[in-house]
């Protein structure tokens, strides 16, 4: 199973005639493109549930909601779809967006709650030297550059020290880890394996994750 060099043409044909006269036009095109996406998806999903569980799957719409963009064009033009862990006791998603120039996947949690957020946040203050330990991983190192991306304050937030040896963790609003693939990339027989090991990588980033948001401060279940 590959991404056709077909669909990703229709992509870059899509943002350079983004406007509903075009897209009306070449409708046919579009659900080619959009069924080879559903079937990339599905084998993904394939992988992922021979080494972890998988809840559900959610293809992203293409059409825009421009009501609050200056950006009026009506359409994404990318593929992205989205997978959650199965019950409460995995935490976690993965993802996944098919862009031009512009295609990556990505794992961990976007914009946890704030409860959720302030318990990452302790446990990191406490103790950081299990995520230390899985950010140098040689795993996460290769794909994902050893580094979750900086989706962080400025300063420390309230309540914690702006001295901390782990406050460049304490200060993110985000844990994901990201990876970024080139258009060859994605057109490469071995795209979907290269996604699947590096789903594989994040999963001691989850396992991690989840024990601590499953748990209080003293190590004992909340579930």
């Given at each position: ?62 059409y ?67 995520i ?15 580094k979750?991306e ?9 309540g ?17 880890a ?29 396992d ?16």
């Amino acid at each position: 199973m590959t991404f056709h060099k077909n669909s990703l043409q229709y992509l870059k044909d899509l943002k350079a005639n983004n406007n509903r006269d075009w897209f009306a036009t070449t409708k046919p095109h579009f659900l080619t493109a959009q069924n080879n996406a559903k079937e990339m998806y599905a084998s993904i999903r394939e992988d992922l549930e021979k080494h972890d569980e998988i809840d559900h799957f959610k293809l992203y719409r293409i059409y825009r909601d421009v009501r609050f963009s200056k950006d009026k064009t009506p359409y994404q033009p990318h593929f992205a779809g989205a997978f959650s862990r199965l019950g409460t006791h995995l935490r976690g998603g993965y993802y996944l967006r098919i862009r031009p120039g512009e295609s990556f996947l990505a794992g961990g949690f976007w914009a946890p709650e704030k409860d959720d957020l302030y318990r990452i946040r302790k446990e990191f203050e406490i103790d950081d030297s299990e995520i230390r330990a899985i950010l140098s991983d040689a795993r996460f190192v290769k794909y994902f550059g050893g580094k979750l991306e900086p989706i962080e304050l400025k300063t420390a937030p309230r309540g914690f020290d702006k001295q901390h040896k782990a406050i460049d963790l304490i200060r993110k609003k985000g844990f994901v880890a990201v990876r970024n693939f080139t258009d060859d990339q994605v057109l490469a027989p071995n795209f979907l394996q290269e996604i699947d090991v590096s789903f594989k990588a994040l999963r001691p980033f989850f396992d991690l994750m989840s024990d601590i948001l499953t748990t209080d401060l003293n190590g004992e279940s909340i579930l």
